[in-house]
């Protein structure tokens, strides 16, 4: 069994920081996934935002590229993204994922964290 769970979200102001946590736990190591960060405000869509795969290469979603960065721990089996320029429309609950076939196909999941931005 795989688990997921993130932490570090909470409420920040515009134009600031938070930096998300995803430990990751079960059968398989951390590097046997490619890891997503996804976002889902209220009344909309989950939204993709970054991936990062096995071997380190990372990808970005137009509206966080230049602002997010997605990094990982592989000793810690953690998984982390950076936010900076943090702006109101960033608000919402922010998840990760695992998918152990590497092909986008995201099967495992945390449970979520909140972010508030304020302006």
């Known amino acids: 069994q795989v688990e997921l769970v993130e932490s570090g979200g909470g409420l920040v102001q515009a134009g600031g920081s938070l930096r998300l946590s995803c430990t990751v736990s079960g059968a398989r190591t951390f590097r046997s996934y490619t890891m997503g960060w996804f976002r889902q405000a209220p009344g909309k869509d989950r939204e993709f935002l970054a991936a990062?795969?096995?071997?380190?290469?990372?990808d970005y979603a137009d509206s966080v590229k230049g602002r997010f960065t997605i990094s990982g721990d592989t000793a810690k089996n953690t998984l982390y993204l950076q936010m900076n320029s943090l702006k109101p429309d960033d608000t919402a609950v922010y998840y990760c994922?695992?998918?152990?076939?590497?092909?986008?196909?995201?099967?495992?999941w945390g449970q979520g964290t909140q972010v508030t931005v304020s302006s």
């Open positions: 990062r795969s096995w071997d380190g290469d990372t």
């Open positions: 994922a695992a998918d152990p076939s590497h092909k986008r196909t995201y099967t495992y």
